[in-house]
């Protein structure tokens, strides 16, 4: 079965290619768009149930083995994240048709001939950022979702947009460059970038050449992650953007980075120094990034805030380099993809029904739109980790990790999250005081980007923001098979050995 591990880059590469020679017939778009996606999601399944129930699953690209050639892997994590991506692509892709349907006739409508092509590929990248079984297939991966995430940021062409992806590219020029740097620097080194062979050749490193390798790594994956001090680009990019495209990128791309850091640190870089510093970061990201949402007025730009600051618990998990932290962290991310995502989903409806998502400007939500505030109010509660949704089930096995680990530094960890959790909860409990429970706001002039306030919200939108309100929600009633998978899936991480001999048949680097 292992001729299923390219499908998932394979397919959206192709769709993409289709939906461009479609271009001038929209409706067959967005069908080819959803048939990719949908056997995208099928294929991700399949090979979950396959790494749950054997080794990793490996394809040599052009049949030229490692490590010569380019390895693609699907290992217990990496089916994981395929399975999660796939499925919040796909209800997003649905509600972009939604809101593309019902703003046909609108002059800043998207630009759907660009969209559906740029999405498959940002697709694609994604994808093959998991599956890489080398640094430059990874590498390539990253620039591949960052080819297309600089045109469907930009999308509608308006100042704004332009401006705060202008900051986005630089940004993420900066991180590609970086890490292309350390790829250089890690072939001179050890002659190989085959993630499985150098699990044994950089130990042969000196220890200041293996820390500055791995520094590198960790700085270029930490811009991506948007790790404090690295993040103070993304509030500022990512809430510009149509709501489709802002979803996106909450949920997946931070994520992408930090699944890089989890990849290399526990194949590469086992025993390194890196985890105290990853520590102090997890910290620092948690409580600033919560601080900044706090004091924010936007909805957008407070969910941008509690994005950064809910990637330190992923941090966390990884700092903390045991079996237990891993899970835990593994577990927060198939979490915190589907709720923020999900949030930034009902953030645009919020939007299209109030004309804004300046909290001081909206007002009566729950009686204007009660379904709209059921489709906010569960994953807000989910995000704060309120019991006993899956938030507080994956924050809960991160603090019994912490606690187990029992040094200063995790202890601090361990109250900085408790810390970060209430402050989450009260920034949200604003959002729902302000946009849902207060007296409606008398009209005010839009600005050039706002949506037109009090417009239907179309079945298409609602219905996919919905099913991630589910499956967001259907994650407490799984936790304890998804725990175990985890679970399985750090495990795996830490061995090290099935990922090295599924790559090299069996024989060691």
Known sequence: MTWLVPLPVVMPLLGAA????????????????????????????????????????????????????????????????????????????????????????????????????????????????FLAGDLFNLYVGFEILLAASYVLITLGGTRGRIRDGTTYVVVSLLSSLIFLTAIGLTYAATGTLNMAQLAGRLDALPASLQLALQSMLLLAFGIKAAVFPLSAWLPDSYPTAIAPVTAVFAGLLTKVGVYAIIRTQTLLFPDGPAPGVVLVAALLTMIVGILGAVAQSDIKRLLSFTLVSHIGYMLFGIGLASAAGLSGAIFYVVHHIIIQTTLFLAAGLIERRGGTTTMDRLGGLARLAPLLGVLFFLPALNLAGIPPFSGFLGKLGLLQAGVAEG????????????????????????????????????????????????????????GSTLALVVLGTGLTLVSGPLYQLTSGAAAELLDRAPYVQAVFAEESP
């Open 18 to 129: 289709l939906t461009l020679l479609l271009r001038r017939h929209p409706t067959l778009q967005r069908a080819v768009s959803l048939i990719v996606l949908s056997a995208t999601l099928a294929v991700a399944a399949a090979l979950l149930a396959l790494t749950v129930t054997g080794d990793p699953l490996t394809v040599a690209v052009g049949g030229w083995a490692a490590p010569l050639g380019i390895v693609l892997v699907a290992d217990r994590l990496a089916a994981l994240m395929l399975v999660v991506s796939a499925a919040v692509t796909l209800c997003v892709l649905v509600y972009s048709i939604g809101q593309g349907m019902a703003d046909a006739d609108r002059d800043d409508a998207t630009p759907v001939a660009v969209y559906h092509p740029a999405y498959l590929i940002l697709t694609a990248g994604v994808t093959n950022a």
């Open 407 to 462: 040094g200063a530094l995790a202890w601090l960890l361990v109250a900085g999250s408790v810390a970060t959790s209430l402050l989450t909860l009260y920034a949200i409990g604003r959002v729902w005081n302000l946009a849902f429970w207060s007296t409606p706001q008398p009209p005010t002039p839009l600005d050039d980007d706002d949506a037109v306030a009090g417009r239907e919200l179309p079945r298409l939108m609602v």
